[in-house]
């Protein structure tokens, strides 16, 4: 473990630290020959993530990042040399919050010192599709965020995350037992589509991990964190494979996917199931387009059959 409290190292402030992409940094930077301080911030320091991160070393801010709470949001930046941002914005499905959080953030982060900022953001559906899809909140409100970051005049990059492979276990709209079974992954999508896979858990950090180690930092990159690009199909026929079951790909229409996600237990006003069903619709017609590579990682991702062969899938399976 490289994380270190000595005041010559520099400090690399966290946010989601207690979660999936800021945890995979705060543990990717712990493996790298580099020195760092960590300072991560969680709204309940006694829950065991955080307690997990104390025990590493990392000295853990107790702050609500939310815009009510500004002066605290500042004061918990101060000093600090680099900052990875991100936000949740399943916790509320609200864009304008999601707009206002991100950019409260990139605010407090520059005002703090930092020399740069990597930010997690996602593509715009509208731009993507040329306006055709409008819904697609989660995405178009970090893509205002990411352009307010490219703009605020600190080195900044976009780190984006891939396509969760714990996806398929947190969401059962995604991965269906049969009666005899097997299994059914059903999504309004063609199977020959493109996603780029990710480990998030073990994987997104070490990007994070790459930017901030290359001798220059790229300033105004957009990255996509990703293990390997798998069709639909080929992630079900590797499924199957590894786990020993009868797995195929179902598309469906785009109103049954949204009757599953809201048979969930969502209240029938939710917005998520438009969202959701804008993001799918615009990725399956004009595809999740990058052009980075795997070259001078510390090490490399996991592809969806290793992720597929390391992962406990009992509950679904």
Known sequence: ?????????????????????????????????????????????????????????????????????????????????????????????????????????????????????IWSGLPSLQELSGGKFVNGDHYDGKAVVTTYGFQCGVPFINVQAGFYGTNLLAFPILLRKQADGS?????????????????????YGLFVRHVLELPVFPDGADITAYGEKISLEDMAKQLGEGTGKKVTFQQISVEEFKKNILAMGLPPDSPVPTIMADAWGALDEFGWDFTNTHEGLPRRPSTWAQFVAVTDWSKVA
């Open 183 to 203: 299994l059914v992954i059903p999504w309004p999508v063609k199977s020959t589509g493109m996603v780029p896979f990710i480990d998030a858990v073990h994987d």
């Open 1 to 117: 473990m490289t994380i270190t409290q000595d005041p010559a190292a520099p400090l690399v402030a966290v946010v989601g630290a207690t979660g999936i992409q800021g945890g995979s940094v705060v543990h990717n930077l712990a493996e790298s020959d580099k020195v760092y301080r960590i300072r991560a911030f969680t709204r309940d320091a006694s829950k065991p993530a955080a307690q997990a991160l104390v025990a590493l070393g990392v000295e853990v801010v107790v702050v609500s990042l939310v815009v009510q709470n500004k002066e605290a949001v500042y004061k918990a930046f101060a000093g600090a040399d680099v900052a990875f941002l991100v936000t949740n914005f399943w916790e509320h499905t609200s864009k304008e919050r999601e707009i206002n959080e991100g950019k409260l953030l990139i605010d407090a982060a520059k005002a703090g010192g930092v020399s740069r900022i």
